[in-house]
Every structure is written in structure tokens, then in C-alpha cells.
Nanobody
């Protein structure tokens, strides 16, 4: 049974940092790309970042490029999102997700999601 469990959300002031983690189980994590997405009330789900199974190839949405960093530890089955220079508009529920095709690391087609982690950026 595939499980994705996010942690690390919270309240932070503008300009601050947070680190989100996603613990994965139930599939061969080291063979699968992973993604982070976010959603704010009333808005569509927004893709943030992908990481290839090799942990080297990554890409980011323009809105977070240079501020967010995705990484993974295949030995620990975790993917993280380091978020720096946070802005109020980064306030959202953040989800990690597994692409339906594990090797299609840029694919927007996901088959499993975590429960989400709330990130609130406010003074």
C-alpha cells in the first residue's frame, strides 16, 4: 500500500524558511520521480517542483525558482522541499505526489498524494 506522509509545515514570517519532508512507503521509491504541489483555497492545484529518481535532475515553477530546493534521500525514502525567502503568497497546503509512471519525471499525471502540510506565511 502506497503511503506518502508530509511533515514540517507551520507558520513562518515573510522572509523566513521552512523545510517540508515527505516519507514514502509501499513502492520502490528509488525508482520513482517525485513532485511537490500546492493548493490555496479557491485556486487550482499548482505544481512546484519535480525530482528525478537519480536525485540530480530537478525542475521548478517560475514562482519558486531560486527560493525552493527539492532533494531526496533514496536510502531513507524521503523527499524534501527546502523553502527559503517565503512570501505571503506561498501560503498553501503543500502535497508530495508520485507520478503514475515512475520514470516520467516531468509528468503531471499522479497516482498517489500525501495528506498535505499547511504552510502559512504571515507576520
Amino acid at each position: 500500500q502506497v503511503q506518502l506522509v508530509e511533515s514540517g509545515g507551520g507558520l513562518v514570517q515573510p522572509g523566513g524558511s521552512l523545510r517540508l519532508s515527505c516519507a514514502a512507503s509501499g513502492f520502490t521509491f528509488s525508482n520513482s520521480a517525485m513532485s511537490w504541489l500546492r493548493q490555496t483555497p479557491g485556486k487550482e492545484l499548482e505544481w512546484m517542483s519535480n525530482i528525478h529518481s537519480d536525485g540530480v535532475k530537478t525542475n521548478y515553477a517560475d514562482s519558486v525558482q531560486g527560493r525552493f530546493t527539492i532533494s531526496r534521500d533514496n536510502a531513507k525514502n524521503t523527499v524534501t522541499l527546502q523553502m527559503n525567502s517565503l512570501k505571503p503568497e506561498d501560503t498553501a497546503v503543500y502535497y508530495c505526489a508520485k507520478p503514475r509512471e515512475p520514470t516520467a519525471w516531468r509528468s503531471p499525471d499522479y497516482d498517489y498524494w500525501g495528506q498535505g502540510a499547511q504552510v502559512t506565511v504571515s507576520s
